[in-house]
């Protein structure tokens, strides 16, 4: 396929007899390029309004790193604490998930009486290897030509030894990463040694669980085998309630908070869009000739729809507590003022000979508005309630955090901890998923109920 | 064909009702049970119960209408006071919503299969629209105020981000409702990429484009003033430090500047979609 080409000469014969189609053209070309600048300008301004340049100064990068690393990642720790008289390896240092000494993890080899006397030689990820010692930690490894040696029993920590880049030397802390996944702390009264590994720990059953660590094979042998492990309860329900129970993750209060989450959507919507609807033939011209009420009723919408959902659920906080009906409440509130102006603009587009039709018959008027208003106003009525439907589940979680309860507060309760992003991270997932999967059912059902093809 | 008589179509018809009708039945006691359900789980779930909540719903209110009568005039000061603030906050979201608008243009381009832009794309487009549009804007910003410090522009990116999915969905629909005679036409003429979605799309879907971003500013001001609240700047933030030093004169200043601000973007967009689009507009958040 090839285009048609003119010669120049022939362009401008065209420019010429037809200057004013074209000219058209031209200045139809200006206004985006004027648009354009405006919005470059604005962009600048803003740029220097938020103060980037020294937020980009300020930011941590090397902290989202960390973050991320730790999300998708666990660390054991291996510490000898001095003052203490203690040597311990732990899954995150937690007490609860603490090896005992005759059962240490391959990695970890003890040499003498026990750790805390003994010798303890540490193999890492990237070929290094962390001896401790005594009150000493030696690092050797590829990159380094002789062994690198902090001691930490005075007052402050020194070292002797080849100084590789990745260390940070301070005499009240001497901190070594060689790699991501490998790292140690001295101080003066404790060496600590963090080992990475990648995945969620412990995330189907807790470390002091009999079930910790058994295949999903071995899991469902049991699970049919008849020798109970708790003698109160059958197998496989004592598998679900570990796992369910699961400290660490608790994956039972999760589900809870994600129910209340959808509750919340859920009767929000619902008690939205039936207040609404006869709200809306109120104001609705065709159906409410009565002007004061009707003018009434549509400020009553745009005063909920304006105070907006952050102030209704501060306001619904103070009255109700904390909990899921709060938020059903404040959901409820505000959307009845956008379903209602909804549903009212729809009601005053409704083609009236339906509604003649049925007088004709000799109708009553509850007849008239069941066969010939309703049919027509359905649609609208199904899709934007599950529209809403959707985008409710999303400000369900904004309300929780604000304090209503649900996911969105467990969310915000992870983050203060801070410790723990990879419980921060599944909470993400979940929440996620769950939206998706509203998405989903409510574009489902949509199609399903008011045979639209596409939505 | 079979010969059918009158009253075997007949009862075949009223067949057909009765199981319609039990459908329509069976659908309606789910949700109610479901309701019922709902309500019973959330009463039991909620820390304060819905009856006695009630008898002091007007509580917070009257504290507020009656400090604010305490203040005077000199309240009317405090709107001036607050006034940057609501203006970081209206420039957080229309930035976002720049943003936004452009990475959903790009998406929406790309996720529509009758544009040509590459077609091996246009899947993987949509499966980042799905999951851009699923953030809640909340998640998103909390981790970035984690990283970045508390600054106005982690809400901006998190509302951005938001922002590309849901508008590159609508603006997707859009794409995919055009006349594609002008399309065909210059195609036929043998114009490039460039020139057909210039003088053949853009036309078409620009009115239904700027409508939905200006709805979509609306709601844009709304998430910046809530992520304000978890420390992202602008008036959320000045909400919560009023509400947790009970400072009634204050809450109230903020929260008419709030709602005057949703309700003149509200009719001010209002009136420019409906002269752009033209009769009802029912738009999806």
Redesign the interface.
Known sequence: ????TAGADEVGRLNAAYADVLGVHRRQFLWPVGLLVL?VV??AY?FF????PD?IA????D??IL?GLDSVAYKVHVEKNLRRDRFEVAVEGERTATYAEDALPDWVTVTGPNGYEGRVDIEMSGGYRFTIEGESLTITGPDLSTPFVATAGGREVVWTGDVPTWVDLDPRKVEARPTLFDRVQVTSGRILVFRYFWGWEDFWYDFRSPLNGLSSGDLWALAWSDDRIDPDMSNAAFIFSEFWGNEGWQHGDVF?AL??TV??A??GT?VAAFVGLPLAFLAAANFNPEPVSRFLIRRFF?FV???????WS???I?????????G?MAIAVTDTGTLGK?FS??IE?VDNKQVEGMQSTGASALTRYRFGVIPQILP?FIS?SL??LE?NT?SA??IG??GA?GI?LK??ET?RT?KDWEN?LYI?IL??LV??AM?ITSGWLRRKLTGVA?? | MAMTTVDQLQAHASSLERRRRFYTGLGAAIFAL??VL??I???E??????IQ??D??F???RAIVVETADAGTGWFDLLWVYLPALI?TI??A??AT?FGTVFAVVLSFAGTRGLQVWPPIVPVARRIM??T???????LA??LI????S???PA?IAVAFHTAGALGKLFS?VN?NIDRGPLEGMTA???SWTKRMRWAVLPQVLPNYTSYMLLRFEINI?AS??LG??GAGGI?TE?RKA?SWANGADIAAL?VL??LT??VI?QISGRLRRRLVG??F?G??
């Open positions: 396929m090839s285009a048609i919005v604005y962009l803003a309004a938020f103060n980037v937020l300020k930011s941590r990068l902290r989202g973050l809870k129910l209340e509750i919340m859920f009767l619902v745009d729809r304006g105070v907006d959902m952050l102030i501060l306001i619904f103070r009255a109700f507590g904390l909990g899921p009906l709060t059903v909804l603009e729809a587009n609208v934007q529209y809403y985008s999303r979680t904004v955090a604000l309860g969105g969310l915000v983050l801070g921060t993400i929440t996620l939206v998706i998405d596409r939505d | 479901l309701v709902g309500f789980g959330a009463e779930m909620n820390s304060g119960g819905f909540g009630l002091n719903f509580d917070y209110p970081e420039n957080m229309a930035v720049i799905d999951v549009r699923a953030f809640p804007e909340l998640i909390l981790f984690f990283v970045l410090g600054s106005p522009v901006i629909e995919e003429a043998g114009a709304r003033a809530i609240f978890v959320g909400l509400i929260f709030l709602f949703i309700m509200d009769g009802m029912a999806a958040r």
